[in-house]
C-alpha cells in the first residue's frame, strides 16, 4: 500500500490545509499521525466537489459501478493486512478483530455490488384505462456521513457501498479520533477507479463546523449518521431546514438476558462476544446482563472463569484479547459507572480497576440494580453488570425499559419462550442464541431513541434512493 495518507481528499485532489490534528495510538497514548484540519470552506469545497460529480456518477449503469464497488472489495482483500494493523494501532483493537473488520468492511462493498444490481422499481395495475402506473429507485444525491471511532472501517463501508451502488456521491466527516483508515479508504476508492469529486472525506478536530455545512447545504440530500444519541438528536433537528433524508444509528442499552431454560455454557460464550467485542466499546454491546434467579449463581461462576482468561495489552501483541479503549475520557466513564454501583451496594467480583493508560480489566459484577448508572446508560467498556429477575415477564419488562431500543440478547431453549421473547423485546435487531449478529446481508438498526432507518441488507439501498412514481397516460 502507498503511505498513509495525512490529508483531506475533495474533488480527486489530496488536501494538505494550514493547520492540523494530532491522531493518538491509544495503545501507547504516542501521537501517531498529524491530519489535515478541514474547516468549513473545505467542507463546502467537499460538497461543490460532489454535487458536480453527480449527474454522471448516478448516469453510468448498476454494472459499472458494482464492478468498481467490487474492485474496492478486492483491495481490502489485497491490503488486508496494512489496513488491519493501520486499524489497531489508531483504534486500538486487538489485530484479529481489526482483521475482522476489514472482512466486515469488504463485505459491504460485495454486498452492495450486488444489491446496485436489483434496485428496483415497479409496475403496478392502474385503476385508470389505459393508464401505466410505474416506479424507480432513484438515487437521493449527494449523501453525506458522519461516521464513529469504534469501527472506524465498517461504519464507513455500510454506507459508502449502498451511496455509491445506487448512484449518491459522497462527503465523509469521520471521527477526529481514527481519520487514517477513512483516508486510506479514499485511497482504496481512488485506486479502484472512482471518479474524482464522487467520494471526499474531510477530516477534522472541530465536528460542529463541517456538521454545520453538511447538514445545512441543501445540495446535501441525505445524512446518514452513527454514534451518539445526544449527537443524533442534534443532527435530526439541523436537518429540519432543508429536510434530508436521515439514517440514524444510535446509542443502544442491549439487554443480555439468561433464562432459566439456557444452555449456559453457550450463554457465556455468547456473553463475551456480546460483551467483549472491541472492549465493549460498540452501541450493540450486552451493557445489562439479566439472568433468571435459578441460575444466577451457576452462570456467574462460568462468567467469573472466562473473563479471568482474556489477556488484555497492546492490540498488536501476539495473543491478546481485550485492547486499551479509546481514550482518558472512556476510562473515566467506565470508572464512574463501577464507583456509583460499588456505592450503591453491588459488589465487584472481578476486575473494577483501570491498569493504567487506557487499558481496563475485565470486570463481573453482581448485585446490579436499575437505579445504577451502569444500567441507564452504555458503559462502553469491559465491564459486565449482572441483573436478576424471576420470571419471563418480569425479565421483558426490565428488558424493555429503556428509552433505547437497538439490539438484545437472550438465551432460553423452549421454542415457544424463543419466539414470544423475540417478539416481545422492543428493539430493531435480536440475538437469540448468539452474542454476534452484526452482518452486512441483515438489516442493522434500531427502534425508539435508537435511532431511523436501516443499513446493510437489501433494505439498505432504501437510506440512498427516492421512490418515484410516473404515471404515463393513455
Ligand atoms: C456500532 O457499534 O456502531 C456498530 C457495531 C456493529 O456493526 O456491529
Redesign the pocket.
Known amino acids: 500500500m502507498k503511505d498513509i495518507e495525512h490529508r483531506a481528499y475533495v474533488g480527486g485532489e489530496w488536501i494538505a490545509t494550514a493547520s492540523r490534528f494530532d491522531v493518538m495510538d491509544p495503545a501507547s497514548g504516542a501521537r501517531l499521525a498529524e491530519v489535515s484540519d478541514a474547516d468549513a470552506a473545505l467542507a463546502r469545497q467537499a460538497v461543490d466537489a460532489a454535487h458536480d460529480a453527480l449527474p454522471s456518477w448516478r448516469s453510468r449503469t448498476a454494472h459499472e459501478r458494482a464492478s468498481i464497488l467490487r474492485r474496492i472489495r478486492a483491495l481490502h482483500a489485497e491490503r488486508e493486512d496494512e489496513l488491519a494493523t493501520l486499524l489497531t494501532r489508531e483504534q486500538g483493537k486487538p489485530l484479529a478483530e481489526a482483521r475482522a473488520e476489514i472482512r466486515y468492511a469488504a463485505g459491504f462493498y460485495e454486498w452492495f455490488a450486488e444489491e446496485g444490481l436489483r434496485a428496483y422499481g415497479e409496475t403496478i395495475p392502474s385503476p385508470f384505462p389505459g393508464h401505466r402506473v410505474l416506479t424507480f429507485r432513484q438515487p437521493v444525491g449527494v449523501g453525506a456521513a458522519i461516521t464513529?471511532w469504534?469501527?472506524p472501517s465498517?461504519?464507513i463501508a455500510r454506507k459508502l457501498a449502498p451511496a455509491l451502488a445506487v448512484g449518491c456521491t459522497f462527503v465523509l466527516k469521520p471521527s477526529e479520533l481514527t481519520p487514517l483508515s477513512a483516508l486510506a479508504i479514499a485511497q482504496l476508492c481512488e485506486d479502484a477507479g472512482v471518479p474524482k469529486g464522487v467520494v471526499n472525506v474531510v477530516p477534522t478536530s472541530d465536528a460542529a463546523r463541517v456538521g454545520e455545512v453538511l447538514t445545512a447545504d441543501s445540495r446535501v440530500r441525505a445524512l446518514s449518521f452513527?454514534g451518539s444519541t445526544a449527537v443524533g438528536k442534534q443532527l435530526y433537528a439541523a436537518c429540519a431546514g432543508t429536510v434530508k433524508k436521515l439514517a440514524l444509528?444510535l446509542g443502544g442499552n442491549a439487554p443480555f438476558l439468561v433464562f432459566d431454560d439456557a444452555d449456559l455454557d453457550a450463554a457465556v460464550d455468547g456473553l463475551m462476544v456480546a460483551k467483549l467485542r472491541n472492549g465493549g466499546q460498540?452501541?450493540?454491546a450486552a451493557n445489562r446482563i439479566l439472568v433468571q434467579r435459578a441460575v444466577h449463581d451457576a452462570f456467574c461462576e462460568k462468567l467469573a472463569s472466562k473473563l479471568a482468561q482474556v489477556r488484555v495489552g497492546p492490540g498488536l501483541e501476539e495473543g491478546v484479547t481485550l485492547g486499551p479503549m479509546i481514550d482518558a475520557r472512556a476510562i473515566a466513564k467506565i470508572e464512574a459507572h463501577v464507583e456509583d454501583a460499588r456505592d450503591q451496594g453491588a459488589k465487584v467480583v472481578l476486575g473494577g480497576k483501570s491498569l493504567g493508560g487506557s487499558f481496563y480489566a475485565p470486570t463481573l459484577i453482581t448485585g446490579v440494580t436499575s437505579q445504577m448508572q451502569m444500567a441507564n446508560a452504555e458503559t462502553f467498556g469491559p465491564v459486565a453488570g449482572i441483573l436478576t429477575f424471576d420470571t419471563e415477564e418480569e425479565g421483558v419488562a426490565l428488558a424493555n425499559d429503556t428509552p433505547a431500543g437497538l439490539a438484545a440478547y437472550f438465551y432460553a431453549r423452549d421454542v415457544g419462550r424463543v419466539f414470544r421473547v423475540a417478539e416481545a423485546l422492543e428493539v430493531g435487531m435480536v440475538g437469540a442464541g448468539t452474542g454476534l449478529i452484526?452482518t452486512p446481508v441483515a438489516p442493522?438498526g434500531g427502534v425508539k431513541e435508537s435511532g431511523l432507518g436501516r443499513e446493510g441488507s437489501k433494505h439498505g439501498l432504501e437510506e440512498w434512493t427516492e421512490l418515484k412514481y410516473v404515471c404515463v397516460g393513455p
Open positions: 464513529p469504534n469501527f465498517a461504519m452513527t444509528e460498540t452501541c450493540v452484526s442493522f
